[in-house]
């Protein structure tokens, strides 16, 4: 393969589909969101093994096809397949005039038609530092945001997770 061959297909492109797809979320990240926003009660993405609440939607259930208002419910939570971000943010702008928080953990890929269409100008987009995903190897090689979807929330900025987060003894 050639260097400008190389270049096409690099990252993403190169293997996608190809990496895991159900990485959990690590603790240490979700105190300090829960520390920032409040308790999560519900995961829009999960299964038995990865949920950070009692309640959520798994795989099986297809969580792109459920009613996201979901009354009783605060903060919702979404880690979601990265493979495909679009329906799913698309699926959290829907839900953004609620008098509740969404929140969604992407790479942060602010040059995409995604990010364009569902992102800028209708949630807050916080860029955070990289992670390490619960079960994996090492950090995840992308910059991640953490994305608020909810009635007159919209903006840009940085968030510091690591220095919100809950000092543990």
Not at 28 to 43: N, P, Q, S, Y
Not at 99 to 126: E, N, Y
């Amino acid at each position: 393969m050639s260097e400008v061959e190389s270049i096409k297909r690099s990252g993403a492109a190169m293997h996608r589909g190809a990496s895991r797809q159900d990485w959990g979320t690590p603790p240490e990240f979700l105190a300090a969101v829960e520390a920032r926003f409040g308790v999560i009660d519900f995961d829009l993405a999960a299964s038995h093994q990865n949920s950070v609440a009692d309640r959520f939607f798994s795989e099986q259930e297809n969580s792109l096809v459920q009613d996201w208002t979901l009354p009783h419910v605060g903060i919702a939570w979404c880690n979601p397949p990265f493979a495909d971000i679009r329906p799913w943010a698309a699926k959290c702008e829907s839900v953004r005039n609620l008098p509740r928080w969404t929140l969604l953990l992407v790479p942060a890929s602010m040059g995409s038609l995604w990010w364009r269409d569902h992102v800028i100008g209708k949630c807050q987009a916080d860029g955070i530092p990289r992670i390490k995903f619960v079960g994996a190897s090492e950090m995840y090689p992308k910059d991640l945001a953490c994305l608020c979807y909810g009635f007159g929330v919209a903006g840009h900025g940085f968030w510091d997770w690591r220095a919100a987060c809950p000092k543990q003894p």
